[in-house]
């Protein structure tokens, strides 16, 4: 048992060696093989960073130096001697005047001079030198024909050219002589509506269009289309027009109301144009007009309304500010039926 012990002892020592020179062996053959291709890469990369400087660095050309033209000189030939010394002395003479001197080789032509001091010289440096604003300069007026009629200029940037105000209005005359006579009263223009409008600063040919509306509901005021147009229709200002007149319902029949935009004397929101918007006054007659038509009294009532506002804002470049439906004045593009096709358009021919 101890024997047998003893060689399997042996025999596994001796596998552990072999297995052990084995691995030596083959961990060996791996290194070197690595090596190879270690030394490969190094070689490889030295050739190419040697080709890389070479072609970096480009080799020096020489200057080219001017060549001078040689002449080749004639040799006369010895003529024959025929008369005695005199002759011979003559040739003598004559072989001097004949052989030219050599002539001095060219310079350099002064333009390759030139041409290298110009490429060493550095470019100049740019000065910054400031500009001068420029000048408004006065637009010229622009002319109208005597049977075209003027139209209305708006500039792009929005802003105005100022004309100073148009005064108000004066008072309406007195009935009588006396002084102590009752001046002439509007029906429909109140004490308090004939203040507001007169406050306003209002700009000389600031408004060159009044355009009728109608609210195309039956009932409405002021208030009601304020809120509805600032938080449904999403108006920053609210109130699209100038001025509202009642048809009886929510407030009297013909009362007129003064939006706040005819106040602060801003744009209108009333026509489907900015451009118009800038230029023209807003009128709403509350009621829908293509089932019926305006009362008496609301016409009366902005009939009124429109000649004391065209006494207060003054005459345009064609006169008397011009009248308008809503429908003669919307761009095609957006057409409509306001003020309604039951509104008596005739209307229109007294202004």
Not at 253 to 270: A, L, M, S, Y
């Amino acid at each position: 048992m101890i024997a047998s012990r003893a060689l399997l002892r042996s025999v596994a020592v001796v596998r552990f060696r072999i297995w052990l020179a084995t691995a030596l062996a083959f961990g060996a053959l791996v290194a070197g093989f690595l090596r190879a291709q270690v030394n490969e890469e190094k070689q490889r990369d030295r050739s190419e960073e040697s080709e890389t400087r070479a072609a970096s660095t480009p080799k020096p050309r020489k200057s080219p130096t001017p060549k001078t033209k040689r002449r080749h000189t004639p040799t006369p030939k010895p003529k024959t001697k025929k008369s005695g010394a005199k002759k011979s002395a003559k040739s003598k003479s004559a072989q001097k005047e004949e052989t030219p001197k050599p002539r001095k080789t060219p310079a350099p032509q002064v333009e390759d001079e030139r041409a290298a001091s110009e490429l060493a010289a550095p470019p100049p440096r740019a000065i910054a030198v400031p500009t001068p604003a420029p000048s408004p300069q006065p637009k010229p007026a622009r002319t109208v024909s005597a049977g075209g009629q003027a139209q209305v200029v708006i500039e792009k940037s929005g802003i105005e050219e100022d004309q100073g105000f148009e005064p108000p209005p004066s008072p309406p005359p007195r009935r009588g002589f006396w002084p102590w006579s009752r001046r002439v009263s509007y029906r429909y223009l109140t004490s308090s509506v004939i203040e507001a409008i007169r406050r306003a600063p209002v700009k000389r040919r600031r408004w060159q269009f009044i355009v009728v509306h109608n609210s195309g509901t039956r009932q409405g005021n002021a208030r009601v289309f304020d809120y509805y147009h600032k938080h449904v229709r999403r108006m920053q200002n609210g109130l699209a027009y100038h001025f509202v007149i009642g048809n009886g319902t929510s407030t009297g029949n013909g009362q007129v109301e003064v939006g706040d935009r005819w106040r602060r004397q801003i744009n209108g929101g009333h026509v489907h144009s900015d451009y118009l918007n800038n230029i023209s006054l807003g009128i709403c007659l509350v009621g829908d007009f293509n089932r019926g038509q305006p009362t008496r009294a609301q016409l009366d009532s902005c009939e009124e309304l429109i000649r004391y506002l065209r006494d207060r804002c003054g005459k345009t470049d064609r006169g008397a500010i011009p009248v308008r439906p809503h429908r003669e004045m919307n761009p095609p593009r957006w057409a409509t039926d306001c003020p309604g096709d039951d509104f008596p358009y005739s209307w229109f021919r007294r202004f």
